[in-house]
């Protein structure tokens, strides 16, 4: 049973600030919660990790309410190069856990 | 660093066919990952190395495929004989010690991939 839920794609226009939410009802207390980004033919590369609150970095911030039952990702004006399959990934991804990352998110940015 | 290598990127074989796929670690990460992606189940865990011991190969889909690290710096996964619905690509993504892995506090460096086709 997967850990985290989220939608399958989405669509947004270039400028756009785009928000994916995870929801992970079943979050464990000392879980930790990670985002990655993958392009085609790339493999999953590291965007952002929060435990509770909000966290921002350089590539976009990551916003956790105080029940952790889910975790919004927020894209500031996304470019067309924003476009990628985005994946929440909650706690170790191994045992249970193992298809952590399933199929992700895919966000296309139009024009 | 160079991040995780993976060889070869590409390779393209027939039924029945071994397979040896590689991988170089990040230098000093001591967990590593084999994953396969394909568009029907996305990106799913074979097997989990900890310090050159699998931990979880629960993932591993039948004896046909077997995954060993000889030393903290190389590992290979083998599928033999191949079938055609071995076709994915394979990552394999390595990680530190610097948090509480068990919370997932530690970050996965994910490698380029091999694409495998089995014709």
């Known amino acids: 049973l997967a850990k985290t839920t989220q939608p399958i794609s989405m669509d947004s226009y270039e400028g756009q600030e785009v928000n994916i939410t995870c929801s992970h009802n079943n979050i464990a207390t000392n879980d930790y919660i990670t985002w990655y980004q993958q392009f085609p033919s790339q493999g999953p590369r590291f965007i952002i990790q929060?435990?509770?609150t909000k966290v921002t970095n350089e590539v976009a911030s990551l916003f956790i309410p105080a029940d952790r039952k889910s975790s919004t990702l927020s894209l500031p004006r996304v470019s067309l190069s924003d476009t990628a399959v985005y994946y929440c990934?909650?706690?170790?991804?191994?045992?249970?856990?193992?298809?952590?990352f399933g199929k992700g998110n895919q966000v296309v940015v139009i024009p | 660093d160079a991040g995780v290598i993976q060889s070869p990127r590409h390779e393209v074989t027939e039924m029945g066919q071994e397979v040896t796929l590689r991988c170089k670690p990040i230098?000093?990460?001591?967990?590593l990952f084999w994953y396969r992606q394909t568009m029907m189940r996305g990106l799913e865990l074979l097997i989990y190395?900890?310090?050159?011991?699998?931990?979880?190969d629960s993932g591993m889909p039948e004896d046909r495929f077997s995954a060993k690290m000889p030393n903290a710096s190389f590992s290979t996964l083998k599928i033999q004989p191949s079938e055609p619905r071995d076709s994915a690509v394979y990552f394999c993504?390595?990680?530190?010690?610097?948090?509480?892995?068990?919370?997932?506090?530690?970050?996965?460096?994910f490698g380029a991939g091999s694409r495998l086709t089995v014709l």
């Open positions: 190395f900890n310090n050159n011991v699998p931990i979880d």
């Open positions: 230098s000093g990460h001591n967990s």
């Open positions: 993504a390595s990680s530190g010690t610097g948090g509480s892995f068990r919370s997932g506090a530690n970050v996965l460096t």
């Open positions: 929060g435990y509770k």
């Open positions: 990934l909650v706690g170790a991804p191994y045992g249970n856990n193992r298809l952590a």
